[in-house]
């Protein structure tokens, strides 16, 4: 176990370097000028000279890489010309409304997927499974920015349930602010998580152990959570990790549409006003997240199943 | 010495005496009423009796303000809305926005020597900072000495040209050396670089007092959530009688336009800024709300790069500009709020009316025969570069497309990201463009735009290439010519002859659009736009009070 975590660990390292050095090379290679972007046409030659020395941007690109990867290893993520603020400090106050967001849309995603999963697997290419499947193609084909205006028109502005837009702090205030956000973003991953267990549970629900347990007379409730479900939900949990990445990728525009100051609205400012500091600096973590999600998944599984360590 | 003086809140202009000045003298198209109610709801009906105190406004915004010291500017309207709550110069952009005139801020005195050289300020009485310091000569001077260095003045360091030193003189008097006459001088310091903050706070820790800052505008900063909202409360030492009203207002970001919209719709926000041309009928026929249209100086600016030789052609460029249906364009992208330009800038002050100087009217024959005149009667093709995922710039681009293929200019349209398309621009890298997703006037006189277009050779005359010969020197005598009447004279001259030679295109000026609730009384726009928040109060604060 221990040789595998290792194994495993070395890999994350590898992953997370390639991410640094692959971010590092798009932002600095797209066109575009961080200082020009930021300083913008009213900005003489000399203070744009100024801050390119300050910013260390006329150093050659092997010189900046190591500036920030040297810099990143002990913690410092360096200084937004943007925000004029340093990054960790901007960084880190945006991590709790993404994290929060993200958290909330996973459970959501399992709420709503798993019992769709087991209706739909209860009796295989019945009506209800067809028409699960239809609602969750619809589902997943619909844009999260018309699902969040849609959820917003319904329940913002027509029932008056919650706020239209906005981030408050504290666990009401979340639950009022973060709700709609977040069914917008679960919605599109509970459709992966329906389709993927419910096949995984049509596939466990054939075979012999379970056959064995429904001919020891034990009631098809009991067979469907006690025994099929252990076993369908693995592969799952694997999609589930897998797709941390795609709601990260969703959560910037759901965070656009409901007005979340988290990390995807951040993303996305920064990189159209070519921050290269604050898009390295989040592409690490929301790397890191993922990475270390799909390990402690990994490890997870791998001791539970034991094919799953010793790579068989 | 040519003494100028003037009182509380006096107009700048009309204390000088200078009859070119004021509002129909100039006879300028720009310097009519600058805010109109527009639409079916009206102005607020409950907005008749005085003003009363009170009450929380919330302002949906569509930039984030991301950064609070006005040297530091991040992120434009974002950051400067924010600002001008808090701050002010040693002179204002008329407050209420019905001129384009500057009044008194700081300072409620001034000297301005016959070279136009020395400018002498002398600072109104008892006027504190919201803290209660009062502001002295040293705060003043430190100010300018930060606005004109481009070590610190990152930003705006072009408005800062020709500044020279400051010295106090007394407590309450400070003069100001230029190196040499700038006569838009006044105009460049009544803008956010040059706000003055209180050097003794700024001194000790910069970035702490910049977080939560104060300053002598009618409000202070009370919290900042970057991403999020920054709200300001109540300077206690405000030096206007009775203003503000409102005890606090916040500023809620929101980029996207359908969340700005539905705040309001919802009674979350009171404001909105950044209504959407394409959503100005939908939200007319709204009884709760009020449509306002400020004009200001933005345009839609389509650039063009003289070093290809079709564009390098004068009847080229007429012909274009006769084939644009400006007319179509408003209705159909504008729903008819934008203004047909008489000028390739946007309006600004001393700008001649359309009756003198006229527009170029929409006539394709006209068109035609230009082309036929031109090195290219048979026509050529070009691209059109503009930013990808803003209102309305697919929509015009095809238009153009449109219009300009009658006249056998064939144009392929180029959508990129809008960092891209300002960083091809730099580097000359276009044939059309729309450089700028908001191209906008920093100050409401035109020296600092026909500067950039027609005298500066650094930069290629604003990346045009464009040979302005006498056109050069006639702007450079008109940002030097410290008499206003002679700089009346001198700029209708200078925009009739631009506007013949085209060397860029002005398609349209738009107007800000915002919405806001009927119980919003009073919501000022000064003439570059800025919101006057302290002019505002709630309607709704009369039943509250007896």
């Known amino acids: ?89 901007v960084v880190g106050q945006r991590v709790e409304p993404s994290a929060l967001l993200i958290g909330y849309a996973l459970l959501v995603s399992v709420v709503v997927g798993i019992p769709l999963a087991v209706i739909a697997a209860w009796r295989p290419n019945g009506v209800v499974d067809h028409a699960i499947r239809l609602l969750t193609t619809f589902a997943f084909a619909m844009p999260a920015f018309w699902v969040g205006l849609m959820l917003a028109l319904v329940f913002g502005l027509g029932l008056k349930w919650f706020p239209v837009s906005g981030y408050e702090t504290g666990i009401g205030g979340m639950l009022r602010t973060l709700t709609l956000p977040a069914i917008t973003l679960g919605l599109t991953l509970s459709t992966i998580v329906a389709r993927t267990l419910r096949s995984s549970l049509i596939e466990v629900l054939k075979s012999e152990y379970v056959e064995a347990a429904t001919s020891r007379g034990l009631s098809p409730r009991r067979v469907m959570v006690k025994h099929a479900m252990r076993n369908a939900i693995m592969p799952t949990l694997t999609v589930l990790s897998v797709n941390l990445g795609l709601l990260i990728g969703y959560s910037i525009v759901v965070e656009a549409v409901f007005q979340i100051p988290g990390l995807g609205s951040l993303l996305l400012q920064s990189v159209q006003r070519r921050d290269y500091e604050i898009v390295q600096a989040i592409a690490l973590i929301a790397g890191t997240a993922v990475v270390a999600i799909s390990l402690a998944t990994d490890l997870v599984q791998a001791s539970i199943d034991p094919r799953v360590r010793l790579g068989r | 010495m040519k003494t100028t003086r003037w009182l509380t809140a006096g107009v700048l202009c009309a204390a000088l005496g200078l009859t070119a000045c004021g509002g129909s003298d100039n006879g300028g198209g720009g310097d009519a009423v600058a805010v109109e109610q527009i639409g079916a709801g009206g102005a607020a009906k409950n907005c008749t009796g005085k003003p009363v105190t009170g009450g929380t406004l919330v302002y949906s915004r569509g930039s984030e303000t991301q950064s609070l010291d006005p040297i530091t500017l991040r992120n434009g309207n974002g950051d400067i809305f924010a600002t001008e709550l808090v701050y002010q110069g040693l002179v204002r952009s008329d407050p209420t926005g019905k001129t384009q005139d500057l009044v008194g801020g700081v300072a409620e005195k001034l000297d301005v020597s016959d070279d136009g050289k020395t400018y002498t300020f002398t600072l109104r009485d008892g006027i504190k900072f919201g803290n209660g310091d009062p502001v002295t000569a040293e705060d003043v001077k430190f100010t300018l000495d930060r606005f004109g260095d481009p070590k610190i003045n990152q930003v705006m360091s072009v408005v800062a040209g020709g500044y020279g030193s400051s010295k106090v003189v007394d407590d309450k008097t400070v003069e100001v050396k230029l190196k040499e006459p700038v006569a838009s001088f006044l105009y460049n310091i009544s803008i956010f670089p040059a706000f003055i903050v209180p050097k003794k706070a700024v001194e000790a820790d910069e970035k702490a ?98 070093q290809r030789k079709e564009l390098a052609d004068k009847n080229v460029r007429q012909a274009m500009q006769h084939a644009l249906n400006r007319e179509q364009i408003n209705q159909g992208i504008f729903r008819g709020v934008g203004t047909i330009p008489n000028s390739i800038l946007p309006a600004l002050k001393y700008d001649a009316p359309a009756d003198q100087v006229p527009p170029y009217a929409y006539d394709v024959n006209k068109a035609k025969e230009l082309m036929a005149k031109s090195g290219f009667p048979d026509g050529f093709s070009t691209t059109l570069q503009y930013p990808a995922g803003y209102d309305y710039y697919k929509q015009l681009g095809l238009l153009i497309q449109q219009q300009f293929g009658a006249i056998g200019i064939k144009v392929k349209l180029v959508e990129q990201e809008s960092a891209e398309v300002t960083d091809r621009f730099n580097k000359s890298d276009y044939d059309l463009t729309f450089p700028y997703a908001q191209f906008t006037s920093d100050v409401v006189v035109p020296d600092e735009y026909a500067t950039f277009v027609a005298n500066s050779p650094d930069i290629d005359n604003f990346f045009t290439h464009w040979d302005s010969g006498e056109i050069g020197d006639m702007v450079a005598k008109f940002t030097t010519t410290p008499d206003e009447a002679e700089r009346a004279k001198l700029w209708p001259e200078i925009q009739k002859a631009m506007l013949d030679e085209s060397p860029v295109i002005n398609v349209m000026n738009v107007p800000y659009v915002n919405v806001h609730g009927k119980d919003v009384c009073g919501t000022s726009i000064n003439a570059l736009g800025a919101d006057h928040l302290e002019d505002s109060w709630m309607a709704s604060q009369t039943a509250a009070k007896p």
């Open chain 2, 209 to 306: 007092f910049f977080k939560k800052p104060y300053g002598t505008g009618p409000y202070m900063v009370d919290e900042f959530v970057r991403g999020s909202h920054v709200t300001f409360v109540r300077n206690p030492h405000y030096w206007e009688d009775g203003k503000p009203y409102l005890d606090k207002i916040r500023f809620n970001f929101a980029s996207d336009s359908n969340s700005r919209m539905l705040a309001v719709k919802n009674g979350q926000a009171q404001i909105a800024d950044g209504v959407p041309f394409s959503q100005i009928n939908a939200l007319n026929g709204d009884q709760k709300l009020s449509l306002q249209k400020a004009e200001v100086p933005l345009f839609v600016g389509m650039w063009m790069n003289h």
């Open chain 1, 1 to 89: 176990m221990l040789g595998y975590l290792l194994h495993r660990l070395a890999l994350a390292v590898v992953v997370l370097f390639g991410l640094a050095v692959a971010t590092f090379l798009i932002m600095h290679l797209v066109p575009g000028d961080p200082v020009q972007q930021t300083l913008g046409s009213r900005a003489t030659p000399e203070s744009i000279a100024f801050a390119r020395e300050q910013l260390g941007l006329d150093d050659s690109l092997l010189a900046q890489f190591w500036a920030f990867v040297s810099n990143a290893v002990t913690g410092d993520l360096g200084y937004s010309l943007t925000l004029n603020a340093p990054v960790a400090e």
